[in-house]
């Protein structure tokens, strides 16, 4: 109880929005389900078109756009819902923000029977983040995961070959210092910082969370552990060392893209988009052929040579509003938006990755993401974020401690994250 009314305090303190949006389907005819969405390139319109003319009639969907940062998503669903927004039918959410939505009740149940249709062929990432205390309370839609992405001119020089063999953080980081290049990674104080501190804590076998279904004030941290100092090592080190170049406390997605299409590139980890978004660079005659040609991918490096890698995993999961008027339609509409066939059409043409196996076999897809293979075997490994009602307090007590790369230490970078992270939950201090 302590759980459920601090989330639904939490979102009552940022006030309402206003004006609530009118109640879909309220009057006679079609019932109109709205679809919260994340910006995208027009797949998710286009998938809510197709259903709609596959429906004959039964619902139509309607699309709403969110803000673009996706903590403002969080933010203004949050509001809507903690006031009992009925025109709230499906939303796309972001793993690490269902917690926060399940726990006070603003996630209408998934019924069995269509737990047992989503959840077939469906990669293990994707069920973990669509998952909370032990129930599955989202529908898996797409699945996101960060891949190593490596220039094979500098891999070769290296030594290395990470498509026959996983490599280490230890092995990039000394091959882009023998070769003065430099590593492609998100040291911003951003989301994209948190999302790299899980994956090399995972990857070293530990977690941020022990107990991630406890009440605020018993929340244990497993930063303090060999896992904890491990990437605290790693962090540290590229950031001490220039190897992720000048502008690295500032460097996001975008800008290790960037770096890594420079004469400077070597090594990166980041998302599947970086493949097309290059691809696009070559056709419009940015960037040479010959840059292409150069790009290889394997799966995220691992902290140590005897432990699995847990890459990232991002994506979008579909949430159905306990106070929409149409919740069994709602349900009927994201089965069908979440189909293999959509999926696939979805990453093909907007680049997200699905979460159904099914949907890597599709010719466009394969086509589009020669890597599919890799990426469909990285979301069978990836390790969401910590899973808890209280994500924004662990994600922001993070980017405040491990931030900037080149302050972090291993003796000191974890007890300071856990101290401020474990006071603020206990509100004896604020962010």
């Known amino acids: 109880m302590r759980r459920r009314t601090r989330a639904l305090a939490l979102a009552l303190g940022v006030g309402l929005v206003a004006p609530l949006a009118a109640c879909a389907g309220s009057g006679s005819g079609t019932p109109v389900l709205t679809w919260y969405i994340n910006p995208d390139d027009g797949g998710q319109a286009e998938i809510a078109r197709q259903c709609t003319e596959a429906a004959g009639g039964q619902y139509a969907i309607e699309v709403s756009v969110l803000p673009r940062d996706a903590s403002a998503q969080r933010e203004q669903l949050a509001r809507r819902l903690a006031a009992k927004d009925s025109s709230i039918d499906i939303m796309s959410l972001d793993p690490p923000f269902i917690p926060e939505m399940a726990e006070p009740g603003f996630l209408a149940p998934v019924p069995d029977d269509v737990a047992e249709r989503v959840t077939q062929n469906v990669v293990a990432g994707a069920l973990a983040g669509a998952t909370w205390d032990d129930e599955l309370v989202s529908v898996p839609f797409w699945a996101n995961t960060q891949l190593l992405w490596y220039r094979k001119s500098v891999a070769q020089a290296a030594g290395l070959d990470p498509e026959a063999a996983p490599v280490t953080w ?16 998100q040291g911003t104080k951003a989301e994209s910082l948190t999302v790299w501190i899980n994956a090399l804590v995972a990857s070293a076998g530990g977690t941020i969370i022990e107990n991630p279904e406890a009440p605020a004030d018993e929340v244990t941290l497993g930063l303090e552990s060999p896992a904890g100092e491990a990437a605290a090592t790693i962090i540290g080190t590229i950031g001490k060392e220039n190897l992720g170049g000048p502008a690295l406390p500032t460097e996001d997605e975008g800008a290790s893209l ?3 299409q420079g004469d400077m590139g070597s090594f990166m980890v980041n998302w599947p988009f970086v493949w097309s978004a290059t691809k696009a660079g ?3 005659g940015t960037f040479d052929q010959a840059l292409l040609d150069d790009i290889g991918w394997a799966l995220y490096p691992q902290v140590t040579e005897d432990q699995q890698t847990a890459p990232p995993y991002g994506g979008i999961n579909l949430g159905i509003g306990a106070y929409s008027n149409h919740v069994d339609l709602a349900y009927e509409a994201a089965e069908c938006i979440v189909t293999p066939e959509h999926q696939a059409q979805y990453f093909a043409t907007n680049g997200n990755p699905p979460s159904n196996t099914e949907a890597y076999d599709d010719p466009a897809v394969t086509e589009a993401f020669p890597m599919a293979d890799v990426i469909r075997e990285s979301l069978e490994l990836a390790v969401p974020r910590p899973q808890t009602p209280y994500y ?10 491990w931030h900037p790369p080149s302050a972090v230490t291993p003796e000191v970078t974890p007890t300071k994250s856990s101290d401020l992270i ?10």
């Open 170 to 185: 230890d092995q990039i980081m000394t091959a882009a210092r023998d070769q003065d290049k430099y590593l492609a990674v």
């Open 258 to 260: 960037s770096i890594f």
């Open 282 to 284: 070559v056709e419009d």
């Open 392 to 401: 924004n307090e662990v994600s922001t007590g993070l980017q405040q401690t």
């Open 422 to 431: 474990t006071a603020v939950l206990r509100g004896e201090q604020l962010l």
